[in-house]
């Protein structure tokens, strides 16, 4: 039997932050995971990810990963892949299934850091090939370069749902529907209005009904729901599609824990069983901790912190720290943590409906139900001013932990202050040079320079663009509105990709004056290229 | 209809191993060594992995990632291989599942 | 809590319900309405169902299902969730042959 200071099971955000952590400090650490890749979720996170700048903010996923895995193996952590945890037992001896014998290892500490599962949901139909978890489309499409499919159907419109679509559309596929059995988005209505306004439809209080096909899915019918969950009659809609795509929440695998014999709890808000567990994630049992979607699903920064501070803990109980270390660098940690656990999507607000910010700003009801403001709602925000000449246009309303584009601008035209909850303000007194850092640094994408003063009668815009392909200068088509409809003819008139953008181009079009505050898309007309 | 992504407009070209060939219910398909055999039999248009034994139900690709077992087929004489999480290899043999075996033997065993 | 183990208490009738022929555990294929039935049948706890059905005993282990049944079951019996608990965990966590968790070598391997 192999002996390590820590063992760590699962080599995701939380597994491998804990790993980085620990091994600082001096512990010898191993940890194993049973997927060929580490990372956990990261490597399929092609998206930026939200939170401070501290903490990762406006960093791809995958890069996160890639960080953190070289930061593991340059302090001599073991990351064993390939290796399935089979069991944990008393005096924290697992067993470790590696090729095709088991391994027996014992650890003086434990970290259990082995995420969650997607859930699913049953309907007609749904054993079909061609009905998929987002994860599996994730997986195919960003890990194995293949889409799921053509036409797709998402079911589900939490953060999951809205950012695998996102990454649909990326990949060259149709998203046809988004559809939703709850009343409102659920997710961050940023990323809804990314897909919006490249026109896809949100059907919200609307469920499946069955999936079409012998052989696979050719097909889908959905309905409306009432208020009690019960399908309206006559409002059935068929719709052609290929890959119906489940993203329906996620659930704590906590199975190794309550096998070990940890007190476990139902909570709900957490998604479901898993381990009581203190301030630095120790479980009932002394030595054997938890962190990340294990404890309580959120999102991988999270995960990110809650692993250092157990990995820290874990020194801490082995004797490698004093206690007071331990409080010292927990406490700067947890403050992170509970900042990011803030605003109106922190866990206590789950479920709830929120009508107004913290700062008093009305919460588009337009845009929990369609996935994008109605013109006159956006003004009222305080990152959407109307100047002359070039300026950012923010249209970001709700109180979500993210604050890269604060620090984006050179001329700190963007407040956001110490609450990194607060809607961004854009003052009116700074001087935009329009360089266009802010666009390309906002996760949410919800960042667009405006210029009504452009040239007469004209104005200019510059969105976000992550598609291929790229179109180039003079390029001419169609501005889009933030729901996805053609307003107008539009026509490219710079092009800007750059290292610092990582991978976002800025679009600048030229549309009609009057359009300056309605065109947030870019659409090439291929009838006339 | 071309499954594979040429280019990613995050990610830039994808890289896989060198191409190579193998088996499907006796058609030979092209993919590339080291990715899932299911991403090589998804870019080739084929669906449906297995029929489940109670009710000869398809089944396909559902988790991607080796927890949800749906996709598993009978590779080089093996049942129930998760062609999802086991990489591709020049020459494999790859038949649909019937229940717990390859149509062939489901027949062999019919007449035995 | 002491209601769940209360095997005399009246759950009321098996009533059909339209959706019973939707497939609830995919690896062993098992019913709504297989799972409703069992519940009738005096399965009150989840460990219970999925002795007699071989819900999530299955190639996957329950990795899908494990929720959908203790929703259905939950429902069944009129119970919130936490109050129903979830099946037991054991090892092995994820399908091994019964050769490799046994660490049984071929004749004449070195043990």
Known sequence: MKRYDLIVVGAGPAGLSAAVEAAKYGLKVVVFDENANPGGQLFKQVHKFFGSKEHKAKIRGFRIGSQLLEEANNLGVEVVLNATVAGLFQDKEITVRIKDSIQHYKGDAILVATGAAENMVPFKGWTLPGVIGAGAAQTMMNLHGVVPGQKILMLGSGNVGLVVSYQLLQAGCEVVALVDAAPKIGGYGVHAAKLARTGVPFYLSHTIIKAEGTDCVTGVTIAEVDKTWKTIPGTAKSLAVDTICLAVGLSPMAQLLKMAGCIMEDNPKKGGQVPVCNAYGETSLRGVFVAGDVSGVEEASSAMIEGRIAGIAAAEYLGYIDKAVLTEVAEALESALSSLRQGMFAVENRGKNIEKTDEGYVVSQHLLKKGYFQDAEVEKYPGVTRQPGVHAVIECSQNIPCNPCQDACPRHCIKIGDKITSLPVVDETANCSGCGMCVAACSGQAIFLVNEGYEAGYASITIPYEFLPLPGEGDRGWALDRGGSKVCAAEVVKVQTAPVFDHTSLLTIKVPVAMAMKARFFKEDNCHA | MNSRIKEHPILGKIEKGRRVTFSHDGNIIEGFEGEPISAALKAAGVMVHRHTQKYGAPRGIFCAIGRCTDCVMVVDGKPNIRTCITPLAEGMIVETQYGVSAKSTNKAEGMA | ?111
């Open chain 3, 1 to 111: 809590m002491h209601n769940v183990n209360n095997r005399s208490r009246d759950i009321g009738e098996f009533v059909p319900a339209e959706d019973d022929e939707l497939l609830i555990c995919r690896c062993e294929e098992i019913t709504k309405g297989e799972i409703r039935r069992a519940i009738h049948d005096g399965m009150f706890t989840l460990t219970e169902i999925r002795r007699y059905l071989r819900t999530g005993m299955g190639l996957c282990q329950g990795q899908t299902c494990g929720k959908l049944v203790k929703e259905i079951a939950a429902r069944e019996l009129g119970l919130v969730l936490s109050e129903l608990g979830n099946a037991s965990s054991r090892v092995p966590m994820r399908p091994i042959e019964m050769k490799v968790f046994g660490n049984e070598k071929e004749p004449g391997e070195n043990a």
